[in-house]
């Protein structure tokens, strides 16, 4: 079982240009978020899925950022354009769903410059 | 508004002494508590989960709903517990976590 896989790893790119994050969850997770990492703090929620549907959005800045997990499998997060605001660490993660846990991603480190 | 508060971004011990990592919430139900757990260079990780009442890796948490804490204790601290350690709470069911802001555990040989 190869976990939540991301991709790229790292990510390095000029303001104002866009970007893209791919994850592919556990086989059978239902449920998939996308979370946000800056330095020194926790990861906060941008976006959860519910095999395709967007069910909490609210965190995620509508303007730059969209997200999309056709066929309720694997999912990419957009940034565009990218500011330099946006460095972090986004964070994918899985789960069956209910009270289960989550299974993270690597993660991609993103710096804007 | 759910919150998690880790007041310690930084706690050094000694090999072998005591560990207790700080973990307040603020929550007007009745959340699930859980310690994640992020060694240098993997993947964050769940440690234990409140409802378990399990002792991982000799870690153990007890949630205090009268402190509204979930501290994560651990009577004689190893050099492979050097990490960073989350709290996170998150309402029954499928909603998602929320996490506090870390803390940093270095544990001195």
């Known amino acids: 079982e190869a976990g939540v896989v991301q991709s790229p790893r790292y990510k390095i790119i000029e303001k104002k240009q866009p970007v893209a994050f791919w994850c592919n969850p556990i086989?059978?997770?239902?449920?998939l978020y996308w979370y946000r990492q800056n330095l020194g703090q926790g990861p906060e929620l941008l976006i959860r899925?519910?095999?395709?549907?967007?069910?909490?959005d609210s965190q995620l800045p509508k303007d730059r950022f969209s997200a999309e997990r056709l066929k309720g499998v694997d999912s990419t997060l957009k940034i565009q354009p990218a500011e330099l605001g946006d460095s972090a660490v986004y964070l994918c993660?899985?789960?069956?769903?209910?009270?289960?846990?989550?299974?993270f991603g690597s993660g991609t480190r993103l710096t804007v410059v | 508004a759910q919150r998690v508060t880790q007041p310690e971004k930084l706690l050094s011990v000694f090999k072998g002494a005591p560990v207790e990592l700080k973990c307040n919430y603020s929550?007007?139900?009745?959340?699930?508590l859980f310690w994640y757990v992020q060694y240098s260079r993997q993947r964050l990780q769940l440690l234990l989960r409140?409802?378990s009442r399990e002792s991982i890796k000799g870690f153990t948490a007890d949630l205090n709903k009268g402190e509204t804490s979930f501290h994560l204790k651990k009577p004689f601290a190893q050099e492979e517990d050097s990490a960073m350690y989350y709290c996170?709470?998150?309402?029954?069911?499928?909603?998602?976590?929320?996490f506090g802001k870390g803390t940093r555990l270095s544990v001195i040989a």
């Open positions: 086989s059978g997770h239902n449920t």
């Open positions: 993660a899985s789960s069956l769903g209910g009270d289960h846990g989550y299974t």
């Open positions: 409140h409802i």
């Open positions: 996170a709470l998150k309402n029954s069911g499928n909603t998602p976590l929320v």
């Open positions: 899925y519910e095999n395709e549907e967007a069910v909490d």
């Open positions: 929550y007007s139900g009745s959340p699930e």
